[in-house]
């Protein structure tokens, strides 16, 4: 049963026509119960892993095949309800996750292909205020507690809590993302808006446990700055030294550009710092993107550049100055998973600097086509332990395809490469392309 469970999963993916919103299970009065079912399902090829070096085991660094076909799926049901009273509006949700995981593991070392895994994702309770506060906007303030997801800006510092490996299984489909832990206090008094909260992440986030603060201020169609303050102040500090860890975080978008139709820029910087448990922080990560929004032969297209730096650390300093990128989540191609193969790898939101060039364009409402390069150096020339006397670290191409079937409902495909620099034939002593073949689908019901 379990070698044919992924072909099943696939084929009824494949074989369901009946795509539908969430059924709505009671709406009366003022209180509405539904329910829904989230199914994903991933297949991919891929050669010379780590440019012919081989995958490292994320937990153990043990060196793997460098030739690997992975396949992944899961099912994801929920139930949600709330209701509307005099006092306010109380609201909940449930969600459970059942993943597998077969062939050889993803790419990044986080699973090995056996794993199967069936856990609660949200288990929460919250309450808006509604019209509760006269003279006040409506919902002004939302209350919650509990396993819940959260995010800041589009997700570079905050976004994924639950990480998807080491036996939990889906490592790239990434279904769970809930913090197992919450109570975040949101208050929306539009155009300003913010949060207070506290988080504790999964085990594989070594439990890191912290408290922060989020505000942001957006004018609609025009621009958007936001703060954020974070404050790592448990851990476990077995996979990553965390303990101690405050980071602060600065962004902005620009939508509209006077005298410049089409451009939008956006950027943010994280610092980060602390006295920890067993060493000192002293980090940064930012980023600055531009993006040009036109029309080619009438479909909606856009072309952007991205520059993003994330320190590395320099063995010589008592400090570590090595980026952090946290609870890091997916939020658009290349963001904040840079780089299909890079991304994969430990290289990711860390020591490195990066060139982003990225070309999409919507051919009809339900076809998008996108084709990214990325030119990868190390920041400090040290990568895996091994010094390097260059920085120049690989570059990738990514062409990816999606079909939306529906709302929330989509499949397509990736075909990725990327090419060794000097630095990584001197750290890995390996010189071939790195490529992967990868097929995906995601239904929701």
């Known amino acids: ?59 153990t660094r043990e060196v793997r095949t460098p030739r690997a076909t992975t396949i992944e799926g899961y099912l994801k049901p929920h139930l949600s309800g709330e209701a509307a009273t005099p006092a306010g509006t109380y609201y909940g949700k449930l969600s459970a996750v059942a993943t597998l995981s077969r062939g050889d593991g993803d790419l990044g070392g986080g699973t090995v292909g056996n794993e199967e895994d069936l856990d609660a994702e949200e288990i929460m309770a919250g309450w808006r ?20 997801d959260f995010k800041i800006g589009d997700g570079f510092l905050v976004a994924d809590g639950n990480t998807d490996g080491f036996g939990d299984a889906a490592a790239w489909l990434l279904p769970r993302n809930a913090f197992p832990k919450t109570a975040i206090a949101r208050l929306d008094a539009a155009p300003l808006r913010g949060d207070l909260f506290y988080l504790k992440a999964d085990k594989e986030h070594d439990s890191a446990t912290l408290w922060g603060a989020n ?41 509209a550009i006077p005298h410049l139709d089409g451009v939008s820029l956006n950027g943010e910087f994280a610092k980060q710092f602390g006295p920890g448990r067993s060493v000192d922080f002293d980090a940064e990560g930012w980023h600055l993107t531009g993006r040009y929004d036109f029309k080619l032969a009438g479909w909606p297209a856009f072309f952007r550049y991205r520059y993003a730096r994330f320190s590395g650390d320099n063995p010589r300093t008592a400090e570590r100055e090595v980026f952090d990128p946290l609870f890091v989540g997916f939020h658009d191609y290349g963001d904040w ?18 060139h982003m060039v990225h070309f999409g364009i919507w051919p009809s409402e339900w076809w998008r ?23 120049n670290f690989a570059d990738e191409v990514n062409l990816s395809t999606e079909f939306f ?35 995906f689908a995601i239904i929701t019901f």
């Open 369 to 391: 086509l996108d084709l990214m390069y990325w030119q990868f150096d190390l920041d400090r020339k040290r990568f895996l332990g091994v010094d390097t006397a260059e920085r």
């Open 129 to 148: 205020s509604g019209d509760l506060l006269p003279g006040l906007r409506k919902d002004l303030l939302d209350l919650s507690v509990g396993a819940q």
């Open 215 to 255: 505000l942001e201020y957006r004018e609609k169609g025009k621009f958007e700055i936001g703060a954020a303050y974070l404050d790592i102040f448990n851990a476990i500090d077995d996979l990553q030294v965390r303990d101690g860890l405050r980071t602060a975080d600065f962004r902005f978008a620009i939508d």
């Open 405 to 439: 079937l529906a709302e929330d409902t989509s499949f397509g495909g990736l075909a990725s490469v990327a090419f060794p620099g000097d630095a990584a034939r001197q750290s890995l002593g390996n010189n071939k392309p790195f490529w992967a073949l990868e097929f």
């Open 337 to 354: 998973y840079q780089g299909e193969l890079m991304s994969q790898q430990a290289l990711v939101n860390a020591n490195q600097r990066n």
């Open 1 to 59: 049963m379990r070698s044919v469970a992924p072909a099943l999963l696939i084929a009824a993916l494949t074989a369901h026509s009946d795509l539908r919103a969430e059924a709505i299970l009671y709406d009366r009065d003022g209180a509405k119960v539904s329910t829904g079912l989230e199914i994903g399902a991933f297949y991919g090829k891929a050669g010379n892993v780590n440019f012919g070096f081989g995958i490292v085991d994320a937990r």
